[in-house]
Structure formats: structure tokens, C-alpha cells
């Protein structure tokens, strides 16, 4: 359960530069590449918004930076409605967000309303040798229409979880020290994205 059911809740108790942080990187792309839960929330995932955004794609990405305790500040992604986010949405025909879940399977689940963007991506990581899933459980299905992904402008985006298995093997990780550097399945992983999204 979310500590805050909305962003002008978590606005009220939590301060931006010093327990969260906003970044936004605008491209004349039609299609943004969004992390939500980024930082300390569920960890790798902005970095890899970035990677796959770059260099075309607008990048929009909510970190937690607390020394500890960042998961207070998950908002699910139907009720996401901090305004730059929503700006950077609606002002994208497709938005990809990257999310990162706990399942302890080596695994990355394709979900979101748009059908056939999500079947190029899922075949593209399939033969970037990753196991990939269509859905998955309902809470990863990604199908709201209020979810974040779905507030682009076309009405129909993308949402990828990515298993803790899976971003634990992108990077070099170390409990004590965090995040080291980014491994081969990283740039595997959103090489494989890029192809779908360029096609």
C-alpha cells in the first residue's frame, strides 16, 4: 500500500533536491521514455529510461534520493499525476515507462494498450536473448487507461517490469555501495527496445 495516494500528498511531507529529485530531458521525439519510480524506489530503472530514450527520445524521470526509506514515495501508476509527468505524457503520441518489479524470475513483462508496439518490443528482447512475457500477473498488465503510460496523447502506451533478478545482473551491484556500472545485459536490454521503437 502507497504511504501517498497522489503527488500534492506526497508534495505536502516530502521535499524536491532532497528526497526526491525530477529529471526531464526534452528531444522532438514523438515518443518518451518514463520512469516514475526511479532512484532508490526501484533501482536501475531510471538509468535505463535514460539509455533507451537516448539521444532521440524525451526523458522524464521521478528519482528518490533519501539515504533510506525511498519507497514511501511509490505512487502506482494510475494515480501518478505529478504535472511535469503528465505534460511530458500528453505532449508524447507514445509513452514507454520502465518500472522495475520484485519477481525473482530473470524476466522482463511487456504491458500497456498498445498491442502492437508491445509485440515488437517483446520480440526484440526475445531475440536479444531475454525471457520476455506479454502481461504477466493482472498487476503488471499495464491496461488502465489512467495509467501513466496510457496518458499519451494516442492514448495506447507501453509499460515494462523488469524483474530485481534481471536489474541486478545489468549492473555490477553491491549492497553496501549500490549501482557500480552498467553490464552487458544492460545495453542488450535497451539496444533491443531501441531497435523496436526506431522500426
Not at 522524464?60 to 514515495?73: P, S
Not at 549500490?178 to 522500426?199: D, E, N, Q, Y
Amino acid at each position: 500500500m502507497d504511504r501517498y495516494r497522489s503527488f500534492a500528498e506526497l508534495e505536502k511531507y516530502e521535499k524536491a533536491n532532497e528526497d526526491y529529485r525530477i529529471v526531464v530531458r526534452r528531444r522532438p521525439s514523438h515518443i518518451a521514455i518514463m520512469a516514475p519510480h526511479g532512484g532508490g524506489i526501484e533501482f536501475g530503472t531510471a538509468a535505463i529510461a535514460a539509455s533507451i530514450a537516448r539521444p532521440n527520445h524525451t526523458f522524464w524521470a521521478f528519482k528518490g534520493i533519501k539515504q533510506t526509506g525511498n519507497r514511501v514515495l511509490h505512487i502506482t501508476s494510475t494515480r501518478f499525476d505529478e504535472p511535469s509527468a503528465l505534460m511530458v505524457a500528453a505532449n508524447a503520441q507514445t509513452v514507454v515507462t520502465i518500472h522495475g518489479c520484485s519477481e525473482t524470475a530473470v524476466a522482463i513483462y511487456v504491458g500497456g494498450r498498445h498491442r502492437e508496439l508491445g509485440l515488437r518490443i517483446h520480440q526484440s528482447l526475445c531475440r536479444a536473448g531475454f525471457n520476455t512475457q506479454i502481461g504477466g500477473r493482472p498487476a503488471l498488465l499495464g491496461e488502465n487507461p489512467s495509467n501513466l503510460c496510457n496518458q499519451c496523447s494516442g492514448g495506447k502506451g507501453i509499460q515494462l517490469e523488469i524483474s530485481a533478478a534481471l536489474r541486478k545482473r545489468m549492473f555490477a551491484w553491491s549492497e553496501e555501495n549500490g549501482i557500480k556500472r552498467k553490464g552487458k545485459s544492460f545495453h542488450r536490454f535497451t539496444h533491443a527496445v531501441r531497435t523496436a521503437l526506431a522500426r
